[in-house]
């Protein structure tokens, strides 16, 4: 007759068990933005890797001894950590059904945070070049690159607009620039709408013509002595999602899991979808360049308002070696 499992290993297990659903899905007890957390869950690929090892090594332990207990239901808990994380990321991977119907030019936006010109003019010239950009969002760039940038184009008969919003009110001086292809007229800033705290981000609207609004954001990270800055920058990115006709890129500095609760109307955050998880893409590591883009941290996005619909979306993986810590993101969208 086997032995019934002994109350420390049944107690063990509900703890871990537990704790490992927190781990897996903080969201779902509204702690998904607290501190050390938000870093932890950044870095799902990671953490599925760290946990399983971790799971393998702990239940060798376990069988060595002989016994439950403790030991047995932490490697049991480590393995659920290891498997919710995989499941999440895997459902992140799934293409949603496309949408034949289109009404309308496509639309290419790149968003690149060149790490303050890490990546060269060249290297960045080159890539819309090579995507054909009409929209392009570049964090931790200046004026002096941006400018730069458009005159490369330029020789090669590509023409854009630039603009930079050098730092936010009492922050950083850690510009943010803006390029729009000139088939879409001309822009100007919105000086209206005051920046995200800390990293500057800005609003640009088109003069005239039928142009999408195009914010670039850059909020700060989640650490712990800013935290309340950068949940203060994600719910300013909520608010521009209010609005149809919008599109917003940059270095979020947060991942899906921190969208969470900034939702509406079927919208990941504000009524914007985002582009990776519309094309299965969300699992995919944008910083840093460092680790392989499965284990990386999914926190650069380009996000489109409900006039929009994204056709494809790729994180562009090659300009590894280019001089930035993060990659670039390519999407397409169409109105409709």
Wanted: aromatic share 4%.
């Amino acid at each position: 007759m086997p032995k019934a499992p002994r109350p420390v290993f049944v107690v063990a297990l509900f703890v871990g068990i537990a704790l490992a659903a927190v781990v897996v899905w903080p969201q779902g007890v509204g702690i998904h933005r607290l501190p050390f957390l938000s870093n932890v869950i950044a870095l799902r690929g990671v953490l599925v890797l760290g946990a399983a090892v971790a799971a393998v090594l702990v239940g060798m332990l376990a069988a060595w001894r002989r016994r439950g207990g403790v030991v047995a239901a932490l490697a049991i808990a480590l393995a659920a950590v290891a498997v919710g994380n995989g499941a999440v990321l895997l459902a992140r991977c799934v293409v949603p059904p496309a949408q034949d119907e289109r009404t309308g030019r496509e639309l290419t936006v790149l968003s690149w945070n060149a790490y303050g010109g890490g990546a060269s003019a060249e290297s960045v010239a080159g890539l819309i070049r090579e995507t054909g950009a009409d929209v392009v969002a570049l964090p931790e760039t200046d004026a002096f690159a941006a400018a730069r940038i458009v005159r490369l184009l330029a020789s090669d008969g590509v023409s854009m607009r630039h603009d930079t919003i050098a730092a936010a009110p009492g922050g950083e001086s850690i510009p943010s620039s803006l390029l729009v292809s000139t088939a879409l007229g001309p822009y100007e800033r919105d000086t209206t709408v005051a920046s995200t705290p800390g990293l500057p981000s800005a609003v640009w609207r088109p003069v005239e013509g039928g142009g999408p609004t195009i914010v670039v954001a850059h909020p700060m990270p989640p650490l712990a002595a800013v935290v309340d800055q950068w949940d203060a920058g994600l719910r300013w990115v909520a608010a521009r999602c209010t609005e149809r006709d919008v599109i917003v890129a940059g270095d979020l500095n947060a991942t899906l899991d921190h969208f969470a609760g900034l939702g509406a109307d079927a919208g990941d955050i504000g009524g914007c979808r985002d582009a990776a998880a519309e094309r299965g893409r969300a699992a995919a590591g944008t910083w840093p360049v460092s680790l392989q883009i499965a284990l990386g941290a999914p926190i650069d996005h380009i996000l489109a308002g409900p006039a929009w619909r994204v056709t494809g979306f790729d994180v562009r993986d090659h300009m590894d070696d280019a001089g930035s810590d993060h990659r670039p993101l390519v999407a397409t969208l169409v109105r409709g």
